[in-house]
């Protein structure tokens, strides 16, 4: 699947976060897990997500780990080798790296898409150029 595609898909979805991540995780090899966290007061809060298995974190206090982080940031955060950043939050064991793009509106972070993958430093300034895009195609279908 293309970037093109992939944004015109979740661009005509019903519901744009859980098209997104199905599209994500089925749409892109190193894409081994998708999950879209949703800003609710101090907390990130798991909403539609995708991949093989469930992950425990459904709720992360904003500035802890690398989601909290890009939470308080605004800023995508890209982790190579997740054994080697101590603010990981280890989900799955299969885990090697993991992007984080916060999704904003009107200047806040109201939510975020958060994937891992299997493959260490799976994440380029490619996936960081596309998946900006998915979370501005977002913004508008997260109700805060």
Request: charged share 25%; hydrophobic share 40%.
């Amino acid at each position: 699947m293309t970037h093109e595609e992939a944004l015109e898909a979740i661009r005509r979805a019903e519901d744009p976060l859980a098209a997104a991540a199905g599209i994500l995780e089925e749409g892109f090899d190193h894409y081994s897990w998708v999950g879209i966290y949703l800003v609710e007061g101090d907390d990130l809060v798991l909403g539609p997500w995708q991949g093989p298995e469930a992950t425990e974190h459904v709720r992360i206090p904003v500035g802890q780990g690398v989601c909290g982080a890009a939470a308080v940031s605004g800023e995508t955060e890209i982790v190579d080798d997740v054994n080697s950043d101590p603010r990981y939050l280890s989900c799955f064991p299969s885990t090697r790296s993991e992007i984080v793009v916060p999704i904003a509106r009107n200047g806040s972070v109201v939510g975020e898409i958060d994937i891992d993958s299997d493959r260490p430093a799976a994440f380029g300034e490619e996936d960081r150029r596309f998946l900006e895009q998915v979370a501005e195609l977002l913004s508008p279908a997260v109700h805060h």
